[in-house]
């Protein structure tokens, strides 16, 4: 393999720190208990952890907002835990990237107390007060402004009332905030997601945003303007720059970045000669339709607008989104895996998708999430993707010896790390065979992608190295199709049930089924 950044070839499995593994029997995950299952990830075999919010947190949006940019919340343990978790990712071989929230802080942290205890505070311009609103809507739904009766202003909060934007044109917040990142870098973090990067600079006139002309009754409030002066504002590629000089301080580091936007915007935040985020997160199988024509083309229209010497990446589940088992079904979750692992780039998986995780149904009276409590009904809730991991087929599936969190989804006795580790054609074998072929075949990891194309509900490309050549085919219908293949060997079939088959001319593809056939 050419001599590539570890983060090139990286797959990354991100860790919902409250719903992965709890050491204390309070319901709640936690540091100690990600540490005692990292083990688990090495045989899985994937390369870097990423680790949701864990700083110091009210919890009013579930530790996005931060109230210590440099702590450690108790509910997830101690500064000792984080450092011996740090250590022990480390000693295994792995790599550790963090969330950093640098929108919006908690209303409780120190520096917005400062903000709101007065108009002639030093801290008044860390955050965006105006005398009148505009007419910018929050993503929870409302106005993106709260009244301080304090002080007779309001606020902006692009979020949760209780989480106030900052303001990045005040050179004392950048100079706070990139302290704060320096400080985990010392640390030996090995880079950053950040949080709604494409947010982080608003307009400096405030102009009211225009009306959506393709709002629809059933969208979420968000979606009535169009966020022209509230988000993706030409100043914020010069702060990204800036950020990323940050971690260029300290070697070969990683800055992630959350963007949803259009793929020709989404390419800006590779920066000016490549100085910007090292990966702009590429959500486009998220929110794709899931058929072959679509697919293909999100391919080739991700690929063909990637900057000159851009890295590639590819994203098939988070925290945020419902899980893929549940989006595309579960005959099809398996095809979606032999996709992710067959693309080229750098890859992030969610935790339980290796299990076939679904969406959890949650009662009313279990909601957690505010975006669901606060646009209640129309798919706002992000809790269902979010419910603890099951270890095992017992009542409390090894997650917890307390009450989860969130509630484990009915079928956790059967679908558990435990039972599908026995089973040899189970999904969890798939990821797991999946992923050491990326790192067994130059072709997977770095090698070219071309003849990327539908016909009909099959979806199939090239991927190639040297003299040898990876043929990717998959049935993304739900009728058995016959398709045309090189001759070869299949490397392994989304059934684990034709692995080593010869193929020759064409072959048979049941519903749902995906074949990774080598040829020269």
Known sequence: MQDLSWWKDAVVYEVYPRSFQDSNGDGIGDLNGIRERLDYLVDLGIDTVWISPIYPSPMADFGYDVADYCGINSIFGTMQDFDRLLEEVHKRGLRMILD?????????????????????NPKRDWYLWRDQPNNWLSHFGGSAWEFDQKTQQYYLHEFLKEQPDLNWRNPAVKTA???????????????????????MIKDDQFRDNPPNPGYHLGQ?????????YDADRPEIHGLVA?????????????LIGEIYLPV???????????????????????????????????????????PDGAWPNWVLGNHDKPRI?????????????????TLPGTLTMYYGEELGMCDVKIAPEDVQDPAEKNQPGIGMGRDPERTPMPWDGSPLAGFTTGKPWLPLGPEHDQCNVEALRKDATS??????????????????????????????????????????ALLIVMNLGHEPVRTDVDAGSIVVSTGMDRDGERVSGSTDLKSGEGLMIESR
């Open 100 to 120: 950093f929230v640098p929108n919006h802080t908690s209303d409780q942290h120190p520096w917005f107390l400062e903000s709101r205890s007065s108009r002639d």
């Open 325 to 341: 088992a549940s989006r595309v079904g579960a005959h099809q979750a398996r095809n979606a895996a032999m996709l992710l692992f």
């Open 242 to 254: 800036e950020m990323r000089g940050v971690l260029e301080e300290f070697g070969d580091r990683v």
């Open 264 to 306: 020709q915007q989404l390419m800006s935040y590779y920066g000016k000669d490549l100085t910007g985020a090292n990966l702009p997160f590429n959500f486009q199988l998220l929110q794709c339709p899931w058929n072959a024509p679509d697919v293909a083309q999100v391919i080739a229209d991700y690929h063909d607008a990637l």
């Open 220 to 228: 979420g409030s968000k979606e009535r303007l169009l966020p022209i």
């Open 427 to 468: 999904i969890y074998a798939l990821y797991r065979k999946l992923l050491r072929l990326r790192r067994k075949h130059p072709a997977l990891a770095n090698g070219t992608l071309a003849d990327v194309k539908a016909e009909g509900h099959v979806l199939r490309f090239l991927r190639g190295s040297g003299d040898k």
């Open 177 to 199: 905030m990139f302290d704060a990142l320096r400080f985990w870098l010392r640390k030996g973090v090995d880079g950053f997601r950040v949080d709604v990067m494409w947010l």
